[in-house]
T-cell receptor, first 111, second 117 residues
């Protein structure tokens, strides 16, 4: 079945640094969703992407829908301590109502 | 607060007991999803409702699990004869089902943490 692989699995960065993470699939997705999850809480939607090549920003966050439609990227600029959390990509599985979530990238920001 | 709400937030039960969780989606969202999340993993799809119709169930959903959305508004997820392996966070999400592009955007509740002793 379709799977989403995220890399890196975890990152430790200094406050103020930029962060890049990606999500890849063996099959095409028509929508990419990026979420952030903090301990004990549900995922919070950060950015939604609908078109190959699309680049969308939300404050310090920028995400891109890969041109092959098999990948997506999330960048965070000038990281701050509250960026700490797990970042998930997600998308609808082809031919079903099911959504697939990636394996997650755990981000830690050192002040 | 107009977001997705879930109750209870935490549930501790003994193996073999039945438990029921409730999800109240964002008003006017006709799509509702249930997920299960274990430590260190992403959410795993369990089931999907469009209005009151349950249109898809994961093979993960054994016959001990049942979900309902009787009037197309709130939903319940029941687990019968709980097992220790059922311990997880159960998440509910809703999406509009309409609107250019945004029909795919899912908004999650805070989850119900289930611990089976």
């Amino acid at each position: 079945g379709q799977q989403l692989n995220q890399s890196p699995q975890s990152m430790f960065i200094q406050e103020g640094e930029d962060v890049s993470m990606n999500c890849t699939s063996s099959s095409i997705f028509n929508t990419w969703l990026w979420y952030k999850q903090e301990p004990g809480e549900g995922p919070v939607l950060l950015i939604a992407l609908y078109k190959a090549g699309e680049l969308t920003s939300n404050g310090r966050l920028t995400a891109q829908f890969g041109i092959t439609r098999k990948d997506s990227f999330l960048n965070i600029s000038a990281s701050i301590p509250s960026d700490v959390g797990i970042y998930f990509c997600a998308g609808p599985a082809a031919g079903t109502y099911k959504y697939i979530f990636g394996t997650g990238t755990r981000l830690k920001v050192l002040a | 607060d107009t977001g997705v709400s879930q109750n209870p937030r935490h549930k501790i039960t003994k193996r073999g007991q039945n438990v029921t969780f409730r999800c109240d989606p964002i008003s006017e969202h006709n799509r509702l999803y249930w997920y299960r999340q274990t430590l260190g993993q992403g959410p795993e799809f369990l089931t999907y409702f469009q209005n009151e119709a349950q249109l898809e169930k994961s093979r993960l959903l054994s016959d001990r699990f049942s979900a309902e959305r009787p009037k197309g508004s709130f939903s319940t997820l029941e687990i019968q004869r709980t097992e220790q392996g059922d311990s997880a966070m159960y998440l509910c999400a809703s999406s509009p089902g309409w609107g250019r592009g945004s029909y795919n955007e899912q908004f999650f509740g805070p989850g119900t943490r289930l611990t089976v002793l």
